[in-house]
């Protein structure tokens, strides 16, 4: 299968990574020989069987509701671009 | 000094024949002297080093020396290490000193072992050769025109040339086994939930697991003891007995039932290294083992299915990195949008973004079925050829690796050639069960691993396996010449 320059330009976006024209061009061959790898999944009849999401099947565990986390604001936005008075900071979003 | 192993080392640790300092300096000198060569760190910890060594020599002074305490480590550089930078060889985190520390690395730090530095590893773990580092290449000790594998590549180049005793790595589609096996020395991924995932930078959460890689089966149990165990703060930790991996190690192998599958012996196996590993075979057999043909019915579409859930899991665990509250921005953004997306795609390599964008594809929509889902169903049957084959075995024996270490460059512009030498480490990642890779032999002076697959939580098994095929053979002995 062969994405076209629209397809990937398209998944770009809506994974937020810009790409050139040129990185559309080599993207192309190369996502296309991925996506004929995994065609060959086809190639198995996988009716009646569940989909398997977690190798353990293991429920997923319950905790007291307690609080464990204490409030280190300051210390996780001492490592922020850009960041103060407890704000993180980005381009104007609405005028 | 550097040729001893943990076992040793804690021997004359707990003998003063030596302190931990003066082996932790020898250690940092080694590194410092062999950096320019083999780009093996990204972070070399000098002074944290030092002074975990002189908290060590006092620790073991007043009796209360653990397995590790005092004995230097390296830690892949994936690992969250609170207040050193963590960077998982991207730009994206090249300024990122992590604010916390991972349980894996707490509880070395509890145990009083010495942390080196930081190793060098491909971006985000995703590669099998380690050129995808922001920090380029690892060389391989034993041919330094040739790959150390990856994306543990760092963490295995430092142990074959013997600057650290063991190091740990992390193995989402085999990036413990294959490097293992490509540099000469012994890795073992556990099982899925056997050792905390807590502040190991993500990239596929529902097969990404971390182990340790070292010169012997013996030693890898020493270190798997201090990483493995229950962890509230991972809620797919695994809550079960304390296990001692050192246990078993003893136990003979008459009676021993191994199963060998016939798909890991396909035309696309170099045939030296079948040769190696059906002398490997042979040995088992004369030691009282017997060998089972087995049958693993799915294995040649393992890869197709691991290259949509790794990379549909990575396109989600990655869409953290977005320029505003950690790592990379880019400059100057026109506004929101251009921000995240230029901040990614300056900060990201091009195989990270080959791999989120494959993600993001499979689960779109319109192929959500016929991708993602079809993959998860053909996960469920590889799990269940291994249930059935561990029906009549005890475990399982193959090749880690198609092929002994690549030229660097040689599959850099092929993905999928370098998706395929993970063909027989990635089913066992799908299946969440454990492994380990051993060294077993040479073909043109290369090393070649043999690759051990145990049933859940059979990591005591498979050391005990490891070490006995160790007590019989001396390929684990087996230096690279620059680095003696």
């Known amino acids: 299968m062969i994405l076209s320059d629209q397809d990937i330009k398209k998944i770009a976006h809506l994974a937020r990574i810009d790409v050139s024209d040129e990185q559309v061009t080599a993207l192309r061959p190369e996502l296309g020989k991925i996506l004929t790898m995994i065609e060959h999944m086809d190639s198995v009849d996988t009716q009646n069987v569940a989909p398997l999401s977690h190798p353990i099947e293991a429920n997923q565990r319950l905790r007291l509701d307690e609080v464990t986390e204490i409030n280190q604001r300051d210390t996780f936005q001492k490592i922020a671009p850009n960041a103060d008075h407890g704000l993180y900071f980005v381009p104007l979003v609405i005028e | 000094m550097h040729n001893h192993t943990i076992a040793t080392l804690r021997k004359m640790l707990d003998a003063k024949e030596i ?13 410092h002297q062999y950096q320019s060569s083999l780009n093996a760190f990204i972070t070399i910890c000098d002074e944290t080093a030092i002074a975990q060594a002189v908290e060590a020599d006092q620790r073991i002074h007043q009796g209360n020396a653990q397995a590790l305490t005092g004995i230097p480590l390296a830690q892949k550089d994936i690992f969250c290490t609170k207040g050193i930078k963590t960077s998982c060889g991207s730009k994206m985190l090249d300024n990122f000193i992590a604010p916390y520390e991972s349980t894996v690395t707490e509880k070395f730090l509890q145990a009083g072992a010495v942390m080196l530095g930081k190793t060098n590893m491909d971006e985000f773990a995703m590669g099998s050769s380690n050129e995808t580092s922001f920090y380029g290449a690892v060389k391989n000790p034993w041919d330094l025109s040739t790959v150390p594998g990856g994306s543990s590549g760092g963490s295995s180049a430092a142990v074959a040339a013997q600057l650290a005793p063991a190091s740990t790595g992390t193995d989402t589609g085999g990036s413990i086994r294959q490097p293992a096996a490509l540099t000469g020395i012994c890795g073992i991924k556990p099982t899925y939930g056997a050792v905390s995932r807590y502040g190991m930078i993500a990239f596929a959460s529902s097969l990404d697991q971390a182990g340790p890689m070292g010169k012997t089966a013996e030693d890898l149990a020493i270190v798997l003891n201090t990483m493995a165990g229950f962890d509230p703060k991972d809620s797919t930790s695994i809550e079960r007995p304390k296990t001692d991996y050192t246990a078993q190690l003893n136990q003979p192998l008459k009676g021993l039932r191994i199963g060998v599958p016939k798909a890991f012996f396909t035309e696309q196996l170099d045939s030296n290294i079948a040769a190696v590993i059906q002398t490997a075979l042979r040995l088992y057999e004369s030691q009282g083992a017997t060998i089972h043909d087995i049958s693993l019915p799915h294995n040649d579409v393992a890869t197709a299915a691991y290259y949509v859930i790794a990379p549909a899991e990575c396109s989600s665990n990655l869409s953290r990195f977005d320029g505003v509250r950690y790592g990379y921005r880019c400059a100057n953004p026109k506004n929101l949008l251009d921000l995240y997306q230029r901040s990614r795609s300056e900060g990201l390599g091009m195989e990270v973004k080959r791999r989120i964008m494959m993600g993001t594809y499979a689960l779109s929509s319109n192929v959500y079925e016929a991708c993602y889902l079809k993959a998860q169903k053909i996960r469920c049957l590889i799990r269940q050829d291994f249930l059935d084959a561990f029906e009549t075995v005890d475990v399982i024996m193959g090749p880690t690796s198609p092929t002994t270490a690549f030229k660097i460059g040689e599959r850099s512009k092929d993905p999928i050639a370098m ?38 939580f059979d990591e005591a098994r498979i050391l005990n396996v490891a070490h006995q095929y160790q007590q019989l053979t001396d390929w684990h002995l087996q230096t690279p010449a620059a680095f003696k």
């Open chain 2, 419 to 456: 998706y395929l030498s993970d063909m027989y480490t990635i089913a066992v990642n799908l299946a969440g069960l454990p492994g380990a890779s051993i060294p077993a032999g040479f073909v043109n002076n290369m090393p070649v691993g043999l690759q051990i697959i145990g049933n859940y």
């Open chain 2, 19 to 31: 302190s931990s300092v003066e082996l932790t300096q020898h250690y940092l000198k080694r590194i």
